[in-house]
Each structure stands twice: as structure tokens, then as C-alpha cells.
């Protein structure tokens, strides 16, 4: 049959919150709520009984291929984070950032 042969083009459709390992690495324990939305973003489930865990679903699907599937929880005690569960595993940065100290005040003025 042709319709075995021809398919139709399939979008790649993506749906959720993207978490990468870059992201999670950033957490640490104690941050407070407001920390981590701002290093995750806002979170895709929070349920109403289960106020104090964060839920982070991702899916990325592409053709015909198997879909993506990605989800982290994230939890509280006493409105700081407490650990992180998931498939995502937190891990260092692949190149650790450093402070660096810039002067930007130039040379002294030479005196007369």
C-alpha cells in the first residue's frame, strides 16, 4: 500500500520546561524559592497538596522518532531547597567560572 511508504512530515514539537545539567549544577541546597525559579524558570506542575515540590516535565519529539522524555522534582522544607530528584543528574559546569577582577579605571592621571 502507498500510504506504508509515503508518510507525512512531522514537526519536531517541543513541550515543557527545557532542564539542562548546566542548570541543575547551579542549584545548591538552602536556595530559596525565588532562587530557583530564577536559575529554572517557573516550574510546569505545582500542586496544590504538594506545595512544597516543584515539578519540571520537558518532551521533545522529533518525526517519527521516539519521543524525549525528561522530568526533575524539586523539593522544599521550610521554603529552601531541600534535595533534587530526576533524570537529569546535577553535575559541574564543563568549564568552571572564575571571578575576575577588571580595572577599568585606566592609567593615573600624570600630574603637571
Same mark, same amino acid.
Given at each position: 500500500?502507498?500510504?506504508?511508504? /509515503?508518510? %507525512?512530515?512531522?514537526?519536531?514539537? &517541543? ?9 541543575? *549544577?547551579?542549584? *545548591? %541546597?538552602?536556595?530559596? &524559592?525565588?532562587? =530557583? ?13 504538594? @506545595?512544597? &515540590? ?6 521533545? *519529539? ?7 522524555? &525528561? *522530568? =526533575? #522534582? ?14 537529569? #543528574?546535577?553535575?559541574? @559546569?564543563?568549564?568552571? /567560572? @572564575?571571578?575576575?577582577? /577588571?580595572? /577599568?579605571?585606566?592609567?593615573?592621571? #600624570?600630574?603637571?
Amino acid at each position: 500500500m502507498l500510504s506504508n511508504v /509515503i508518510k %507525512p512530515f512531522r514537526i519536531d514539537v &517541543r513541550q515543557g520546561n527545557a532542564v539542562t545539567q548546566e542548570m541543575l *549544577s547551579q542549584l *545548591s %541546597p538552602g536556595m530559596s &524559592r525565588e532562587q =530557583v525559579r530564577f536559575v529554572m524558570g517557573s516550574p510546569l506542575l505545582v500542586d496544590v497538596f504538594h @506545595a512544597d &515540590r516543584w515539578d519540571y516535565v520537558y518532551q521533545f *519529539s522529533t518525526g517519527y522518532a521516539e519521543p524525549e522524555r &525528561r *522530568s =526533575v #522534582a524539586i523539593f522544599f522544607i521550610a521554603d529552601k531547597l531541600d534535595r533534587i530528584e530526576g533524570d537529569v #543528574a546535577a553535575g559541574r @559546569a564543563e568549564v568552571p /567560572i @572564575a571571578p575576575r577582577v /577588571i580595572d /577599568i579605571t585606566g592609567p593615573a592621571a #600624570a600630574k603637571p
